[in-house]
């Protein structure tokens, strides 16, 4: 498997009201990687559009929010569509290191991997630790962190993803790297520095009651995706034995 070129990829970086910090992403994320720079404006309220196209990204402004999986997709598909090699995403808030980036397409020069995940351990609360744990036992996902919105994903990946299957999912984070995994995806981790939200804060852990209603929706559709795995093992040893 050949190596992706960051160059040949398409950075896609979801935003909702980011306007304090998108511009400085978006300048970040062309001078360490050389590539363009698709914002997706999940119905701002506040200029991030404008603020995001003055620093040299081009924007896709969403007339209702679909949230950020819903808007991620959006930049995967117009990635799928305009032939580029992979996709990276990251958060408009400032979290991810733009700098950084070149260490995810190292991981995946290395690993061959569909997707690779920036992952930094240390910025996880113990209740994120404990939810994890719990996650990785439901999922069967050996995977430290969930909830990152740094990936690399190459080719096959953004196919699976620019998918309508994709676009029943509340979330990016579970569901699709259930999606992914269930599709024969590799999905790798690397190690990588965050700094702390600049601005806001996070939308799916903004109270208990959000953390609550995500922990129910992502137990339900594990268990929805083990049981249609199960059903389709019943329905291919039954084949096998006609």
């Not at 511009?23 to 119905?43: I, N, P, Q, T």
């Not at 979290?95 to 980036?101: G, M």
């Not at 020069?109 to 209740?127: K, M």
């Amino acid at each position: 498997m050949s190596s992706l070129a960051p160059a040949d990829c398409l950075a896609v970086i979801p935003a909702r009201d980011e306007v304090a910090t998108v511009a400085e992403v978006v300048r970040g994320v062309r001078e360490s990687l050389g590539c363009r720079v698709l914002v997706v404006d999940d119905a701002s309220t506040d200029g991030t559009a404008a603020a995001a196209r003055a620093a040299g990204a081009e924007t896709l402004m969403l007339p209702i929010g679909l949230g950020a999986w819903g808007a991620c997709q959006a930049g995967i598909r117009y990635a799928a569509r305009n032939g580029f090699a992979g996709v990276i995403s990251l958060d408009a808030d400032g979290q991810h290191q733009p700098e950084l980036l070149p260490l995810l397409f190292e991981e995946h020069a290395r690993s061959g991997a569909n997707v690779v995940i920036g992952t930094c351990i240390e910025r996880l609360s113990l209740p994120k630790r404990i939810a994890w744990q719990y996650l990785r036992l439901l999922t069967g996902l050996p995977l430290r962190d969930f909830t990152s919105g740094l990936r690399l994903y190459d080719c096959r990946a953004v196919e699976v993803l620019a998918a309508p299957e994709a676009s029943l999912l509340d979330f990016q984070d579970v569901g699709v790297l259930m999606l992914l995994a269930g599709k024969g995806m590799r999905i790798v981790e690397t190690p990588t520095l965050m700094q702390p939200r600049q601005e806001g804060h996070s939308r799916v852990f903004a109270s208990w009651a959000v953390v609550a209603r995500y922990m129910f929706h992502t137990t339900i559709l594990c268990i929805s995706r083990l049981d249609l795995g199960l059903r389709s093992t019943r329905v291919a040893a039954r084949g096998a034995q006609s």
